[in-house]
């Protein structure tokens, strides 16, 4: 079974450009996350959705961050425009639907943004 | 708001020498602890899940534990291959019948040497 998958790995571009991430779940898994990872502190959530839907955005550190999920499979996370303080590791998760006691999240490789 | 806080940052020991990292918490509402893996360059592995104290899960050298404030991943024999960072996070109960998100601690980073 495929993992949850990222694109780009790596991306680097200069503060006031747009850059967009993408992350494809693993199928079937209808809760897709997305956190955020900064140079020396911890994992931090962003948003989550369920299938098509957006149950938490809490996380999104402003309106420069815009999150969709197109007909409940693959999410994508636009930055626009980027600053300097975006750089950090994004991490895309995904996991089925909400069951007692079954609901591990499993996460993509990440993908590492560096605005200059 | 949810804390967790993990110890120590960096551990370093040599193979065979079993010890343990620890994770304490603050949650209202626990619905589970998690042990991640994570190497270089890769996302986070899952590793375990616990939602109440008392509650032990094993696999191969490791060993989590659960209590009411805090969890211990216990390393036995480790190996080199061992040598990554542990994450450890909690979930929040969600009366609304979804999953919610991770909170996570900023991870021990292990390194086992032969």
């Known amino acids: 079974e495929a993992g949850v998958t990222q694109f780009p790995s790596h991306s680097v571009i200069e503060k006031g450009q747009t850059v967009t991430l993408r992350c494809d779940p693993i199928?079937?898994?209808?809760?897709l996350y997305w956190y955020r990872r900064v140079m020396g502190k911890e994992i931090k959530f962003l948003l989550h959705?369920?299938?098509?839907?957006?149950?938490?955005e809490s996380g999104m550190p402003n309106n420069r961050f815009l999150a969709e999920r197109t007909g409940g499979t693959y999410s994508t996370l636009k930055v626009q425009p980027a600053e300097l303080e975006d750089s950090g590791v994004y991490f895309c998760?995904?996991?089925?639907?909400?069951?007692?006691?079954?609901?591990?999240?499993?996460f993509g490789p990440g993908t590492r943004l560096t605005v200059l | 708001e949810d804390q967790v806080t993990q110890s120590p940052e960096a551990l370093r020991l040599q193979e065979g020498e079993s010890s343990s990292l620890n994770c304490s918490y603050t949650v209202s509402g626990l619905r589970g602890l998690f042990w991640y893996r994570q190497d270089p360059g890769k996302g986070p592995e899952f590793l375990f899940t616990l939602y109440s104290a008392g509650e032990e899960k094993e696999k191969e050298r490791l060993k989590a534990t659960l209590t009411k404030k805090e969890s211990f991943l216990h390393i036995t024999a480790p190996k080199p291959e061992d040598s990554a960072t542990y994450l450890c996070?909690?979930?929040?109960?969600?009366?609304?019948?979804?999953?919610?998100?991770?909170?996570f601690g900023t991870g021990t980073r292990l390194q086992v040497t032969l």
């Open positions: 996070a909690v979930r929040q109960y969600l009366n609304t019948g979804t999953a919610s998100k991770l909170t």
């Open positions: 998760a995904s996991s089925q639907e909400f069951i007692a006691g079954n609901n591990e999240q499993f």
């Open positions: 959705f369920v299938k098509e839907s957006k149950q938490d």
């Open positions: 199928s079937g898994h209808d809760n």
